[in-house]
């Protein structure tokens, strides 16, 4: 069974523009969520889709960031327009809903802001 | 406020040696614990979890202890092997929620 996919693996952009991370859950699993981690600190919880529905985005940290999951299938994460601060490595994971709680994550989205 | 953190960002071991990473927590209100194992240009990696039910839980090689009196919770590898360099996170989840916070990580390093 294929795991947690995202895409791309690396994003260099300029101040100002655009990108857009994409995550491919596991089949069947409707809770995802998107962290992020800065350089050397924790990972942070950025929000929670069940199924297509958001469901929490409390850590979402201005409007600049847009997360849509439409169908609920796979997701999106776009940055527009992008600051330096947003350097960093974005994480996808998914879970069962109702299951025993580990979430499985992908292997990041490292984006890199000059 | 409330947060997860651990006492020590990086800890070196020799092959063979037994690990202890710790990390505590502040939210009273978290009743269930996960680390995770981080290899370099991987995602997190689920190793082992714990409700706040119990105060021990073996793994192979891996046993995670928690005292809630003292809000802490350890990870222990046992014959620490190279292959265990990573980075570990704890995370905990609130009773109720289905979002783990996590926290800064520890880089473990063994020396062969």
């Known amino acids: 069974e294929a795991g947690v996919t995202q895409f791309p693996s690396h994003s260099v952009i300029e101040k100002g523009q655009t990108v857009t991370l994409r995550c491919d859950p596991i089949?069947?699993?409707?809770?995802l969520y998107w962290y992020r981690r800065v350089m050397g600190k924790e990972i942070k919880f950025l929000l929670h889709?069940?199924?297509?529905?958001?469901?929490?985005e409390s850590g979402m940290p201005n409007n600049r960031f847009l997360a849509e999951r439409t169908g609920g299938t796979y997701s999106t994460l776009k940055v527009q327009p992008a600051e330096l601060e947003d350097s960093g490595v974005y994480f996808c994971a998914s879970s069962l809903l109702g299951g025993a709680g580990e979430l499985f994550f992908g292997e990041g989205s490292r984006l890199t802001v000059l | 406020g409330e947060s997860v953190g651990l006492h020590l960002p990086t800890l070196s071991v020799q092959e063979g040696d037994n690990s202890i990473i710790n990390c505590a927590y502040s939210n009273s209100a978290s009743d269930y614990f996960i680390w995770y194992k981080q290899e370099s240009g991987k995602g997190p990696q689920f190793i082992i979890d714990?409700?706040?039910?119990?105060d021990k839980r073996q793994g192979q090689r891996v046993t995670v202890l928690l005292n809630k009196t003292v809000k802490h919770l350890s990870l222990q590898i046992a014959a620490t092997q190279p292959g265990d360099s990573a980075v570990y996170f704890c995370a905990e989840r609130v009773g109720g929620s289905y979002i783990p916070t996590f926290g800064r990580g520890t880089s473990l390093i063994v020396h062969p």
């Open positions: 889709f069940v199924k297509e529905s958001k469901q929490d």
């Open positions: 714990i409700r706040s039910n119990m």
């Open positions: 089949s069947g699993h409707d809770n």
